[in-house]
């Protein structure tokens, strides 16, 4: 689906809903375990794929966080802005040959450390004793901040470094009062490291509503 599609969605839910009081804004603060869906090649495109090399280290699962706001429309649908920061993937390689600046063997390093602003639909399924499920979907502005070095000299890798993609998750969330909550969830971030690869976050974060 189309970004301009979500946005769409999102739009006739909030002018749809009934209109929300205090009560029904919500806030939090969250974080956990990141991880790379990607290799090597994906955090270097631009040069690593035409050079000889041997790998030495290929990090890719880090710690991210989020805060995020929302809004619920009704009691089963909610518009929430987040921030998200999915930690730092990076590699290091031995380059035996190919287009840099030699001499060579040389080391090469690079890394990537997406973050992302985002605008979602939440849905919730509501299981009984305060559980319920949750799932979203929604639009990610990011930034990949890439970095890369060979031989120390650094290469400019920003022309892939920003653009817009789609996220989703699901979850669950338990209430222990009217107003607090935590949430468990997986969420997908695409194409947030040089417009190719995605990264994931599984997350606990904590929610109070206001």
């Known amino acids: 689906?189309?970004?301009?599609?979500?946005?769409?969605?999102?739009?006739?839910?909030?002018?749809?809903?009934?209109?929300?009081?205090?009560?029904?804004?919500?806030?939090?603060?969250?974080?956990?375990?990141?991880?790379?869906n990607g290799n090597e090649l994906g955090l270097e495109p631009t040069r690593l794929a035409s050079e000889v090399y041997t790998l030495n280290n290929l990090e890719t699962v880090g710690t991210g966080w989020k805060l995020f706001a929302g809004r619920m429309l009704n009691e089963n649908w909610a518009v929430e802005v987040a921030y998200t920061k999915l930690g730092r993937f990076w590699f290091d390689a031995n380059i035996l040959s190919g287009p840099g600046p030699g001499p060579f063997p040389t080391n090469e390093i690079a890394e990537a450390k997406p973050d992302c602003w985002s605008l979602s639909g939440v849905g919730s399924y509501p299981l009984g004793n305060n559980f319920s499920l949750l799932g979203k979907a929604g639009i990610c502005k990011w930034a990949d901040h890439a970095l890369g070095y060979e031989g120390g000299i650094s290469y400019n890798l920003e022309a892939f470094s920003e653009g817009y993609s789609l996220t989703y998750g699901i979850g669950a969330k338990y209430d222990f009062a009217d107003n607090l909550g935590v949430r468990a969830e997986w969420e997908r971030f695409e194409k947030v490291v040089h417009k190719h690869d995605s990264a994931d976050l599984l997350s606990i974060s904590l929610q109070y509503g206001f």
């Open 1 to 36: 689906m189309k970004s301009k599609n979500i946005l769409a969605i999102l739009s006739v839910l909030a002018l749809s809903a009934p209109m929300a009081s205090a009560a029904d804004w919500y806030a939090g603060v969250g974080g956990g375990r990141s991880n790379y």
